[in-house]
């Protein structure tokens, strides 16, 4: 009977043991020394070099920093729950017996606080669109209570997030970029095998379409003529084509004219297209004193409107015609076959 009351009191003792265990609060404790390399002991054991993060107990502790041929640093620290506290220490050297005291991070009242943790070290902090101008591990105080946006970048990639700071207590922000890392070159290559995969009509269809804009008029000026003569005019014919897709709000144009440019070509992405398509007949001032007249004369005007639906891996073809008298325009389409590889 003595044997099972001794068990079951082990037993409850361990219960016990392990309850306070679960529920000790820790904090952290970063010691970074100029130079490096010295010893840290907390509590009379050695626990790394200088500098180093430490995971400690809640409450004060004796620190003690030693590197050989500078005097020893010794003092007490408070660590606070899920906090970073910083020594920051000038060690100096033994002959010139100058005391150094420790630079600790006070923890600050106001608002509230938010410690940053990433496995990565090159890592820039934004908060509510400005910069930190320190890096993870740290705890930045007076942060405003309540949703804070919080921007973690770290070479090419980057992560966002919205943290609850409570008045007067510290919220914790983790973030693991490794596997952020392997997510991404998993996901790339699914990526490239689908489009591996893909069949060759798919892969057709995600191809652009083509527009030729052309002008064919028999209204063009004679140069000769124009070089000799003291004061005359000559024909100028100009086009304007306008398109956009039916959900955008932004034209692409191309203006030709005669005696210059008189063909233009680029590719638009598949889709319905709205198309305005304006040609001028106009009577320019020409020779050696056009100087003086350089008022353009407006002889003749054609506007259309045109909805058009462009496919994919094809070529459309505007020939806008102008024979001194009237205007016209022709479509033609053909698919372009381009070779998928």
């Known amino acids: 009977m003595n ?11 361990v219960c016990i043991f392990c309850a306070v265990i679960a529920f000790a609060k820790e904090g952290y404790l970063r010691v970074v020394s100029s130079p490096s390399g010295a010893d840290v002991e907390i509590a009379g054991k050695i626990v790394g070099k200088t500098p180093g993060l430490f995971v400690l107990k809640q409450g004060k502790h004796d620190y003690r920093i030693s590197l050989a041929g500078y005097e020893v640093i010794t003092g007490t620290v408070e660590i606070i729950d899920y906090e970073v506290t910083t020594l920051d220490l000038n060690l100096v050297k033994q002959e010139q017996k100058i005391p150094s005291k420790p630079l600790i991070t006070k923890t600050a009242t106001a608002r509230g606080r938010l ?97 030729v804009v052309s002008l064919n008029t028999s209204v063009s000026p004679d140069s000769k003529k124009q070089d000799t003569q003291i004061l005359g005019e000559s024909d100028l014919v100009e086009i304007s084509f306008k398109c956009r897709k039916a959900d955008k709000t932004e034209w692409n144009e191309k203006i030709l004219q005669s005696g210059t440019k008189v063909e233009e070509s680029f590719e638009i992405e598949k889709g319905i297209y709205e198309i305005q398509l304006t040609a001028v007949h106009y009577k320019v001032p020409t020779g050696i004193l056009n100087v003086l007249l350089t008022k353009k004369e407006k002889i003749r005007e054609y506007k259309e409107t045109i909805k058009k639906e462009m496919q994919p891996d094809t070529q459309y073809r505007y020939t806008i015609s102008y024979d001194g008298k009237d205007f016209g325009y022709k479509l033609e389409e053909a698919k372009l076959n381009t070779p998928i590889k």
């Open 3 to 13: 044997m099972l009351r001794r068990v079951l009191f082990s037993g409850f003792v």
């Open 115 to 211: 410690t940053i943790i990433t496995d990565w070290q090159d890592v820039t902090i934004y908060l509510n669109g400005h910069k930190v101008n320190e890096a993870p591990p740290v705890t930045l105080k007076n942060v405003p209570a309540g949703l804070n946006s919080v921007i973690l970048v770290s070479g090419d990639y980057a992560d966002s997030f919205s943290i609850l700071v409570q008045p007067g207590k510290t919220s914790v922000l983790k973030k693991n970029f490794e596997e952020d890392r392997k997510k991404y070159e998993s996901q790339a290559a699914i990526n490239d095998a689908i489009i591996s995969e893909t069949p060759i009509e798919v892969r057709r269809s995600m191809l652009p379409a083509r527009v």
